[in-house]
Protein backbone atom coordinates (compact mmCIF):
# COMPACT_ATOMS: atom_id res chain seq x y z
CA UNK A 1 0.00 0.00 0.00
CA UNK A 2 1.59 3.48 -0.96
CA UNK A 3 0.00 5.62 1.48
CA UNK A 4 -1.63 8.89 0.70
CA UNK A 5 0.56 10.20 -1.93
CA UNK A 6 0.57 13.86 -3.37
CA UNK A 7 1.90 15.79 -6.06
CA UNK A 8 3.81 18.25 -7.03
CA UNK A 9 6.79 18.16 -4.08
CA UNK A 10 7.44 21.43 -4.53
CA UNK A 11 5.82 24.48 -6.47
CA UNK A 12 6.85 27.96 -6.62
CA UNK A 13 4.28 30.62 -8.53
CA UNK A 14 4.25 34.05 -8.83
CA UNK A 15 1.48 36.03 -7.11
CA UNK A 16 -2.26 36.60 -9.50
CA UNK A 17 -1.07 32.65 -11.11
CA UNK A 18 -2.74 29.28 -10.56
CA UNK A 19 -1.91 26.46 -8.99
CA UNK A 20 -3.46 23.15 -9.24
CA UNK A 21 -2.51 20.09 -6.44
CA UNK A 22 -3.15 16.54 -6.52
CA UNK A 23 -3.31 14.15 -3.76
CA UNK A 24 -4.37 10.42 -4.08
CA UNK A 25 -5.11 8.31 -1.07
CA UNK A 26 -4.93 5.46 0.58
CA UNK A 27 -6.13 1.95 -0.83
CA UNK A 28 -10.00 2.03 0.13
CA UNK A 29 -10.21 5.52 1.98
CA UNK A 30 -13.12 7.35 0.19
CA UNK A 31 -12.59 10.63 1.96
CA UNK A 32 -9.91 13.27 1.34
CA UNK A 33 -9.14 16.51 2.98
CA UNK A 34 -6.81 19.33 2.74
CA UNK A 35 -5.46 21.17 5.21
CA UNK A 36 -2.77 24.63 5.09
CA UNK A 37 0.21 24.66 6.99
CA UNK A 38 2.20 27.89 7.51
CA UNK A 39 5.66 28.02 9.24
CA UNK A 40 5.42 27.78 12.75
CA UNK A 41 1.40 26.84 12.94
CA UNK A 42 -0.51 23.95 13.12
CA UNK A 43 -2.49 22.22 9.91
CA UNK A 44 -5.79 24.46 8.86
CA UNK A 45 -8.51 22.72 7.25
CA UNK A 46 -9.28 23.91 4.17
CA UNK A 47 -12.25 21.73 3.16
CA UNK A 48 -13.20 17.87 2.80
CA UNK A 49 -14.71 16.00 0.00
CA UNK A 50 -16.66 12.33 -0.05
CA UNK A 51 -18.53 11.19 -2.95
CA UNK A 52 -17.45 13.64 -5.18
CA UNK A 53 -18.72 16.47 -3.20
CA UNK A 54 -17.59 19.18 -0.87
CA UNK A 55 -18.91 17.83 2.60
CA UNK A 56 -17.48 20.51 4.93
CA UNK A 57 -15.32 23.87 4.36
CA UNK A 58 -13.34 25.86 6.59
CA UNK A 59 -12.96 29.69 6.79
CA UNK A 60 -10.97 30.18 3.22
CA UNK A 61 -12.06 32.46 0.80
CA UNK A 62 -13.15 30.94 -2.30
CA UNK A 63 -10.18 31.68 -4.07
CA UNK A 64 -9.63 27.68 -3.03
CA UNK A 65 -11.48 25.32 -4.61
CA UNK A 66 -11.36 21.42 -5.06
CA UNK A 67 -12.66 18.41 -6.36
CA UNK A 68 -12.59 14.69 -6.44
CA UNK A 69 -12.56 12.06 -9.19
CA UNK A 70 -14.72 8.78 -9.20
CA UNK A 71 -11.75 6.64 -8.05
CA UNK A 72 -11.12 9.14 -4.69
CA UNK A 73 -8.35 10.68 -6.08
CA UNK A 74 -8.70 15.16 -5.32
CA UNK A 75 -7.49 18.16 -6.82
CA UNK A 76 -7.31 21.73 -4.26
CA UNK A 77 -6.90 24.28 -6.86
CA UNK A 78 -6.10 27.94 -5.47
CA UNK A 79 -6.20 30.92 -8.00
CA UNK A 80 -5.56 34.88 -7.81
CA UNK A 81 -2.23 33.66 -5.83
CA UNK A 82 -1.22 36.05 -2.52
CA UNK A 83 1.68 35.59 -0.90
CA UNK A 84 0.11 34.82 2.23
CA UNK A 85 -0.55 31.24 -0.01
CA UNK A 86 2.58 30.20 0.48
CA UNK A 87 2.54 27.18 3.28
CA UNK A 88 3.08 23.36 2.82
CA UNK A 89 -0.49 21.59 1.53
CA UNK A 90 -1.34 18.69 3.19
CA UNK A 91 -3.88 15.73 2.24
CA UNK A 92 -5.12 13.57 4.27
CA UNK A 93 -7.45 10.32 3.46
CA UNK A 94 -10.02 8.35 6.05
CA UNK A 95 -12.80 5.82 5.41
CA UNK A 96 -14.82 6.69 8.50
CA UNK A 97 -12.22 7.19 10.88
CA UNK A 98 -8.69 7.97 11.61
CA UNK A 99 -7.02 10.64 9.45
CA UNK A 100 -3.75 9.89 7.02
CA UNK A 101 -1.98 12.08 6.01
CA UNK A 102 0.61 12.70 2.62
CA UNK A 103 3.94 14.27 2.66
CA UNK A 104 2.64 17.42 1.58
CA UNK A 105 3.34 19.83 -1.48
CA UNK A 106 5.46 22.67 -0.51
CA UNK A 107 3.86 26.09 -2.15
CA UNK A 108 6.12 29.42 -2.33
CA UNK A 109 4.38 32.12 -4.29
CA UNK A 110 6.99 34.83 -5.50
CA UNK B 1 -15.47 27.14 18.45
CA UNK B 2 -13.50 24.43 19.63
CA UNK B 3 -9.53 25.57 20.29
CA UNK B 4 -6.10 23.60 20.83
CA UNK B 5 -3.06 24.52 22.58
CA UNK B 6 0.16 22.70 22.78
CA UNK B 7 2.27 23.13 25.89
CA UNK B 8 5.45 23.55 25.92
CA UNK B 9 5.92 25.22 22.57
CA UNK B 10 9.65 24.00 22.62
CA UNK B 11 11.53 21.40 24.92
CA UNK B 12 15.01 20.06 24.75
CA UNK B 13 16.18 17.08 26.88
CA UNK B 14 19.40 14.77 26.83
CA UNK B 15 18.99 11.24 25.88
CA UNK B 16 17.06 8.98 28.21
CA UNK B 17 15.05 11.19 30.02
CA UNK B 18 11.01 10.36 30.38
CA UNK B 19 8.77 13.65 29.56
CA UNK B 20 5.18 14.68 29.21
CA UNK B 21 3.77 17.07 26.14
CA UNK B 22 0.28 18.79 27.29
CA UNK B 23 -2.45 19.79 25.11
CA UNK B 24 -5.53 20.98 26.00
CA UNK B 25 -8.92 22.14 24.13
CA UNK B 26 -12.01 24.20 25.25
CA UNK B 27 -14.81 21.95 24.07
CA UNK B 28 -14.92 18.67 25.80
CA UNK B 29 -17.88 17.72 22.92
CA UNK B 30 -15.04 15.63 21.14
CA UNK B 31 -15.36 12.48 18.83
CA UNK B 32 -11.39 11.66 19.25
CA UNK B 33 -8.35 12.84 20.06
CA UNK B 34 -5.29 12.32 17.69
CA UNK B 35 -1.31 12.69 18.35
CA UNK B 36 0.93 13.33 15.41
CA UNK B 37 4.64 13.71 14.39
CA UNK B 38 5.81 15.95 11.94
CA UNK B 39 9.93 16.21 10.82
CA UNK B 40 10.54 19.46 9.50
CA UNK B 41 9.37 20.25 5.99
CA UNK B 42 7.37 16.72 5.69
CA UNK B 43 3.92 15.13 6.81
CA UNK B 44 2.29 13.76 9.70
CA UNK B 45 2.87 10.56 10.87
CA UNK B 46 -0.09 9.50 12.98
CA UNK B 47 1.23 8.52 16.60
CA UNK B 48 -2.20 7.35 18.58
CA UNK B 49 -5.49 7.64 18.42
CA UNK B 50 -8.09 7.74 20.66
CA UNK B 51 -11.91 7.24 20.90
CA UNK B 52 -13.99 9.69 23.33
CA UNK B 53 -14.70 6.30 25.28
CA UNK B 54 -11.09 5.90 26.01
CA UNK B 55 -8.63 7.09 28.81
CA UNK B 56 -5.72 6.21 26.98
CA UNK B 57 -3.87 4.27 24.27
CA UNK B 58 -0.28 2.92 24.45
CA UNK B 59 2.24 2.59 21.16
CA UNK B 60 5.67 1.30 22.35
CA UNK B 61 7.25 3.63 24.14
CA UNK B 62 4.19 6.24 23.78
CA UNK B 63 1.49 6.45 25.99
CA UNK B 64 -1.55 8.81 25.37
CA UNK B 65 -4.22 9.87 27.86
CA UNK B 66 -7.82 11.75 27.64
CA UNK B 67 -9.32 13.34 30.39
CA UNK B 68 -12.86 14.67 28.31
CA UNK B 69 -13.79 15.98 31.17
CA UNK B 70 -11.02 18.61 31.80
CA UNK B 71 -10.45 19.06 28.42
CA UNK B 72 -6.63 17.94 28.19
CA UNK B 73 -4.89 15.38 26.59
CA UNK B 74 -0.98 14.45 27.52
CA UNK B 75 1.42 12.14 25.98
CA UNK B 76 4.15 10.29 27.17
CA UNK B 77 7.51 9.41 25.86
CA UNK B 78 9.65 6.95 27.78
CA UNK B 79 13.05 6.53 27.35
CA UNK B 80 13.67 9.48 24.84
CA UNK B 81 16.17 9.10 21.59
CA UNK B 82 17.64 11.73 19.47
CA UNK B 83 15.46 10.03 16.91
CA UNK B 84 12.32 11.28 18.62
CA UNK B 85 13.47 15.05 17.92
CA UNK B 86 10.36 16.30 15.72
CA UNK B 87 7.52 18.49 16.08
CA UNK B 88 4.04 16.72 17.68
CA UNK B 89 0.64 17.72 17.22
CA UNK B 90 -2.12 17.11 19.11
CA UNK B 91 -5.65 17.15 16.85
CA UNK B 92 -9.16 16.87 17.76
CA UNK B 93 -12.07 15.74 15.92
CA UNK B 94 -15.31 17.42 17.08
CA UNK B 95 -18.49 15.68 17.11
CA UNK B 96 -20.00 18.94 16.45
CA UNK B 97 -18.36 20.18 13.43
CA UNK B 98 -18.52 17.19 12.14
CA UNK B 99 -15.36 15.78 10.82
CA UNK B 100 -12.33 18.25 10.65
CA UNK B 101 -9.52 17.85 12.40
CA UNK B 102 -8.59 20.69 14.84
CA UNK B 103 -4.81 21.19 15.17
CA UNK B 104 -2.84 22.59 18.29
CA UNK B 105 0.66 24.37 17.04
CA UNK B 106 2.80 21.46 18.02
CA UNK B 107 5.75 21.66 20.60
CA UNK B 108 8.97 21.08 19.22
CA UNK B 109 11.07 18.51 21.03
CA UNK B 110 14.97 18.24 20.82
CA UNK B 111 16.72 14.99 22.07
CA UNK B 112 20.16 15.51 22.59
CA UNK B 113 22.84 12.70 22.80
Known amino acids: DAGVTQSPTHLIKTRGQQVTLRCSPKSGHDTVSWYQQALGQGPQFIFQYYEEEERQRGNFPDRFSGHQFPNYSSELNVNALLLGDSALYLC?????????FGPGTRLTVL | KQEVTQIPAALSVPEGENLVLNCSFT??????LQWFRQDPGKGLTSLLLIQSSQREQTSGRLNASLDKSSGRSTLYIAASQPGDSATYLC????????????FGKGTTLSVSS
Open chain 2, 91 to 102: AVKSNQAGTALI
Open chain 1, 92 to 100: ASSFGGEQF
Open chain 2, 27 to 32: DSAIYN
